[in-house]
């Protein structure tokens, strides 16, 4: 199995380029809807930020208020801190049962879209990585219209992550997502092409095929060398 690790700036096009892969017939598991689902109302993920942030980060149906949440843990660092430390643990095994049942189902390549892949140390776990790349002008536009936030706003959502460029300078693959729609497609065309390669025999053997081969292999051998010593 060959995890694939997609990465880059808050509004850089993580989702575009995810979309791209689900188009193609890639799995994608997206680590903003696990974070989400790890605080639906009464999960142990809600709980936690309930008894951190207080009942007034509700809405009147329970649900955590997300953009007030937002609005706190993106203007105040120790915050931000606390969220992830209360999450952290609930998102890494939301993304592990979700690469687990992809497994099962015998995919080969999967890509994991995780905004915080760096600062979270996943992409020890994932080969290649491919950032997402935007221009800083273009990145805090597009957030801004995406978002109706304001500049200011916008800005401390980029400096909740580590910087843009240096997450570049760590890729496997940067895909520059700074023109148009169909110039990231064409470039996507090459991406697809490295990551469809034929899997290594590493990759062979994290795969569920690679895994029953190997056991029945030694199964065999095993059954084999007990009729010899017979
Ligand atoms: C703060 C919250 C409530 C804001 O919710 P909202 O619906 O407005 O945004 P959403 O979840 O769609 O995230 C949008 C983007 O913000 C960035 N982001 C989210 N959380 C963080 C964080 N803790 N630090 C830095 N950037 C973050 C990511 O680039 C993400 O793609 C929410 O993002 C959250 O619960 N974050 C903590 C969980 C987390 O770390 N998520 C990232 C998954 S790796
Ligand atoms: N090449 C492009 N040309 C024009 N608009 C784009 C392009 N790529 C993405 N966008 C727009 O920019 C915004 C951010 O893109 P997207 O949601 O894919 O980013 P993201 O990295 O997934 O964001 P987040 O970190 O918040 O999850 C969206 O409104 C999207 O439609």
């Known amino acids: 199995m060959r995890l694939v690790g997609l ?82 643990p609930h998102i890494s095994s939301g993304i592990f049962w979700e690469i687990a049942k992809l497994w099962m189902k015998g995919c080969k390549v999967i890509v994991l879209d995780i905004p915080l892949l760096f600062e979270t140390k996943m992409d ?53 997502n700074s023109g148009s729609l169909d110039d990231t497609k064409q470039q996507f065309q090459e991406v697809l092409r490295k990551v469809s390669e034929p899997l290594t025999w590493k990759e062979r053997l994290r795969s569920r095929d690679g895994l029953i081969s190997v056991v029945m292999c030694t199964a065999v051998g095993v059954l084999l060398a007990q009729k010899n010593l017979l």
Not at 13 to 29: E, H
């Open 7 to 88: 990465t880059g700036g808050i509004a850089s096009g993580k989702s575009t380029v995810s979309n791209l892969f689900k188009d193609a017939g890639v799995p994608v598991v997206d680590a903003d809807v696990v974070a989400r689902n790890v605080v639906q109302k009464g999960t142990g993920g809600w709980k936690k930020i309930v008894k951190a942030f207080g009942d007034e980060i509700l809405l009147d149906d329970g649900e955590i208020d997300r953009a007030r949440l937002g609005q706190i843990v993106f203007s105040d660092p120790s915050k931000r801190q606390l969220l992830n430390r209360l999450l952290a």
């Open 124 to 176: 020890r776990w994932t080969n290649p990585v491919i950032v997402v790349w935007v221009n800083p002008e273009t990145q805090i536009e597009r957030l801004m219209s995406r978002d109706g936030c304001s500049e200011e706003q916008a800005q401390n959502r980029i400096n909740a992550q580590l910087a843009l460029d240096w997450k570049k300078s760590e890729a496997d693959i940067v895909i520059d």
